[in-house]
C-alpha cells in the first residue's frame, strides 16, 4: 500500500512541476482570456460520474489540454482585472506542501506547527501595521469573511446579550456606517449579523471618492435622534472600484466621539505600510478596533488567504466566537488553548494556510514588498500620463495605489447611457481580443474603465502596449 503512496507521489513530483514550467514559460506569449464560451466549456467537461479510476497520466493531461487553457490568465502581465495577483512560485509549491501535511490548523492539537506559524504571520501582519503588542487575529478564507468576522465583534461590542439571545436584545436597531464605496461584502456582513443590509449607512464620497466626513457626522446623529445605535464606522483603505483611501485618522476620531467600533477595510491597501514612501497613506489605521488585511491581493499569496485582526487581543474575538465542544475541550494541561484557532473565527476544519503566507513573506522580506508596491504605484502614475497624453481618455479620482480608473470621452459632452455603452463596448473588444483584460466598474452613476496593475510581472512596456490597445479600439468603435 505505502509502496503504491510514494511511487504516486513520485510519479506526480515529476510530472506536475514539467507542467507548471511549462505553463509559466508561456504565459507572456499566451491569450489571457480563454475563447470558449460557457456552452462550449459545458459540454467539455460533461461527463458521467466515473465508475472505476483513469491513470493519472491521462488525469493530468486534461488538467494541461482543457483546464489551463481555458482558464482567466490571472498571472499574466497583461492581466489588468481585479485585486486577482500573479501567485508568487514560493506561494505556489507552499500550497501543495500544505497539502502534504493536511493539518487541521483549527486547533493547536491537530496542528501544531501550522498553529505557531498562523500565530507568527498574525504578528507579523500587526506589527506591519504598527498595530501595538496586544494586537491578534486570525486568518480568513478572504476579505468577506474577514469583514464578517470583524463586524460580528462590532455587534456583540455594544452588549454582551447579543451573542446568545440575538439582536432583538441590542437597545435599539443598530447601524454600521460605511462610505458608498465600500465593498459588498459590507452588506452582506450587516445581513447575517441581523442587521438587515438597510442597518448599512452608504455615505457619499467627493470626487476622490474618500468618504464625506461632514454627510458621516450628520448620519450618526439623525441616527441617534431616531433611537437607532451607531455601531460601526467602516473605513475602507484602497476601496474596491477605485484604490481610493479614506481619511482614516479622522475616521478614527469620530469613532471614538461617537462610541462606535472602527473598523478599517484594508484588504487590498494594507500593503502599503511595507513601503516607506506610501506608508503614511495608512495613517490611523493602528487607531482601529479591527482590520481586514487580504495577503491574497497585494502580498501575491495564492487564494485564499484573508486575515482579522484586532487591537485589543485574541480575547475581543473569542468573546465572538469561541466554544467549548466535548472532543475538543480545553481541559489539556498545557497552554495550548490559546493557538487553538477555531476559538477565534467561524471556521472549524481549515487548511494550513499560513504556511503560504509566512514562505512568502520569507521570500519577499519587507523590503522585496516594499520595492513590488512602489514599482506598482509607479507604472499605473505613467499609465495615468499616457492616458492624459491621448486627449480623449478622462481620467476619474486620483492614483492613490495601483489603479486607475478613466473613461472614454470621444467627444467632451458625451454622458448618460450611451458614455456607459461606449466603456462597456470597449472593455469587451479588448476582452475578446485576449491581448489584455481590464474591468469596468460605476463611478458617480456613470460606468468607467478600471485597470489595477497586480501582476509583479507587468513592466512599462506592458503599460505601453496597453494604451496603444485601447487608442485602437477606441479609434475603431467610437
Ligand atoms: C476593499 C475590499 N474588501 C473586501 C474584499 C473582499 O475580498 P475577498 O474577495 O477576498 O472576499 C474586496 C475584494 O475585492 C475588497 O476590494
Redesign the pocket.
Known sequence: MIDDFVEQHRFLGNAVPRIIVEHVAGLASRRVTPEATPAELEKLFDEPLPEKGIPLEEILARFRDDVAPNAMGVPNPRYFG??NPTPLPIGVWADALSSLLNQNAGAWRNGPSSAMIEARVIRWLCDLLNYGRKSFGTLA???????LLALKCARDSVTADIINRGVRKAPGDLVIYASDQ??Y?IDKSADLLGLGREGVRKIPTDDRFHISLEMLREAIARDRDAHRVPCCVVG?A???SSGAIDPLEELADIARENGCWYHV?A??GGPLAFSPQHRDKLRGIERADSI?F?P??WMFVPF?C?ATLVRDGGQVLRKSFDMTPEYLNDDRGGADVEFDFFRYGQMGTRRFNSLKLWMAVKFMGREGYARTVERQIELTKYLAKQLDALGNFKRLGEVETAVCCFQFLPTPDLDGPNLDLLQQRLQQTIERSGEAWLTTTVLKGRRALRVNINSFLTEQHHIDDLVKLLARFANDIK
Request: charged fraction near 15%; proline fraction near 0%.
Open positions: 481585479q485585486f478564507s478572504g476579505g468577506s469573511e474577514a469583514n465600500c465593498h461584502s475602507v484602497g476601496t474596491t477595510d484588504a487590498y481586514t487580504d491574497h491581493k485564499s484573508g
